[in-house]
């Protein structure tokens, strides 16, 4: 069986999160999860491919997710490389988060994302919780008289987590042990803490995920779907606006994440994309 490793999200050709990519070939969902667990990618993804019609799945080293950013562009890229779909065009694909657009442009494939939904609040208790796991003073944290973090998802719940400036978000270190258990306790994936900076870049962004195997990971597509929809509800960023995001630079690996928000019958929607590179073709021994 072959699969191929893609760099997804690169900056520059640059950097980008690796995912394998392998066409299912009706693999049972255990025999998936062995897989992935073997590859050990941050995610792997499973295309069935019928035609114009896709079904993806997903797997980190311990489990399954219902969506990610990150496969499904690098998937694409595969497609295309397989010329199973063309430029310029939009598909959908079946995913556990939904049935979801993919857009295929020149050289850069937007998805969808899964509609907004806030999760429960945070208590201040368990703010100040969070704060201790990740070793940030509660006096660096930038609340800016209204930015709180939040629970939210556009395909997976997170925690975003809005940082004073780039010396704190490059600061962070969590005690996973710790972070993998709260996370449980609030149903979330992890936490993706961003800063706004005044630069070139709309935010830049760390994300950990130690309850699903992934203690850092350096571009995370569904994660920056929900940081866009928090950044567009708080009136920090407008509708149709191109957004861009600078994560993995903690782990010298940057890599960027584009994003829009869009109405649609006065309807949110939220686009995350970015480029690509095929690493290689390799074949599952």
């Given at each position: 069986m072959k699969y191929y490793v893609v760099d997804a999200f690169t900056y520059n050709q640059t950097g980008g999160n690796k995912a394998a990519i392998i066409f299912d070939n009706n693999l049972s969902s255990e025999c998936k999860q062995?897989?992935?667990?073997?590859?050990?990618?941050?995610?792997?993804?499973?295309?069935?491919?019928?035609?114009?019609?896709?079904?993806?799945?997903?797997?980190?080293?311990?489990?399954?997710?219902?969506?990610?950013?990150?496969?499904?562009?690098?998937?694409?890229?595969?497609?295309k490389s397989?010329?199973?779909?063309k430029n310029h065009a939009e598909y959908y694909i079946n995913t556990k988060a939904g049935n979801l657009k993919v857009h295929r442009l020149e050289n850069i494939?937007?998805?969808?994302?899964?509609?907004?939904?806030?999760?429960?609040?945070?208590?201040?208790?368990?703010?100040?919780?969070?704060?201790?796991?990740?070793?940030?003073?509660?006096?660096?944290?930038?609340?800016?008289?209204?930015?709180?973090?939040?629970?939210l998802s556009t395909g997976l719940f997170d925690i975003v987590l809005p940082v004073k400036d780039l010396q704190t978000l490059n600061s962070i270190k969590p005690n996973m042990k710790d972070l993998a258990e709260f996370s449980k306790y609030k149903s979330v994936v992890g936490v993706h803490a961003f800063t706004i900076a005044k630069d070139n870049f709309?935010?830049?962004c760390r994300n950990f995920a130690p309850l699903y195997g992934i203690d850092e990971e350096c571009a995370t597509g569904t994660s920056n779907g929900a940081l866009s929809y928090?950044?567009?509800?708080?009136?920090?960023?407008?509708?149709?606006?191109?957004?861009?995001?600078?994560?993995?630079?903690?782990?010298?690996?940057?890599?960027?994440?584009?994003?829009?928000?869009?109405?649609?019958?006065?309807?949110?929607?939220?686009?995350?994309?970015?480029?690509?590179?095929?690493?290689?073709e390799y074949r599952l021994i």
């Open positions: 062995s897989i992935a667990k073997e590859l050990n990618f941050s995610e792997t993804a499973f295309v069935d491919c019928q035609e114009n019609n896709f079904t993806l799945s997903y797997y980190t080293p311990l489990e399954e997710v219902d969506l990610c950013g990150h496969a499904t562009i690098a998937a694409f890229e595969v497609l397989l010329n199973k779909v494939t937007f998805m969808e994302q899964a509609p907004p939904n806030y999760g429960a609040d945070l208590s201040k208790e368990d703010i100040s919780k969070l704060y201790q796991i990740l070793n940030i003073p509660a006096s660096s944290m930038d609340y800016n008289n209204y930015l709180t973090p939040s629970i709309t935010a830049h928090y950044l567009y509800d708080n009136g920090i960023v407008k509708e149709d606006e191109m957004l861009f995001y600078l994560q993995g630079e903690a782990m010298n690996n940057p890599s960027l994440v584009q994003a829009q928000v869009k109405l649609i019958n006065n309807k949110p929607k939220v686009l995350v994309g970015g480029s690509c590179k095929i690493i290689n």
